[in-house]
Nanobody, 120 residues
Framework: QVQLVESGGGLVQAGGSLRLSCAASGSIFSIGVMAWYRQAPGKQRELVADITTGGLTNYADSVKGRFTIFRDNAKNTVYLQINSLKPEDTAVYLC??????????????WGQGTQVTVSS
């Protein structure tokens, strides 16, 4: 079974920083794109950032210049460095990854989410 486990969320003041981590484990043949999404109460889930195996990145306009996504392929881990936090960044942050479990099968996997709360 493939599992994504997130950590690093917490309560911080506006202007502060956090680093989120997401480690994949289990029956993994290879991992493609990894991404961070977020979902605030009563709002739809939105893509925050994603990163290819080779390190190409993509960011939502609302987080450009403040968030950085990076990965360590040897550790099957993706990170999200969050700086200059704003109250509107408050949400559950979820890890997502495209993972091959064998040569023929590619699946879409999600972590359980980690809460980020930013006080004003």
């Amino acid at each position: 079974q493939v599992q994504l486990v997130e950590s690093g969320g917490g309560l911080v003041q506006a202007g502060g920083s956090l680093r989120l981590s997401c480690a994949a484990s289990g029956s993994i043949f290879s991992i493609g794109v990894m991404a961070w999404y977020r979902q605030a109460p009563g709002k739809q889930r939105e893509l925050v950032a994603d990163i290819t195996t080779g390190g190409l990145t993509n960011y939502a306009d609302s987080v450009k210049g403040r968030f950085t996504i990076f990965r360590d392929n040897a550790k099957n881990t993706v990170y999200l460095q969050i700086n200059s936090l704003k109250p509107e960044d408050t949400a559950v942050y979820l890890c997502n990854a495209a993972i091959r479990t064998n040569w023929y099968k590619l699946g879409d996997y999600w972590g359980q989410g980690t809460q980020v709360t930013v006080s004003s």
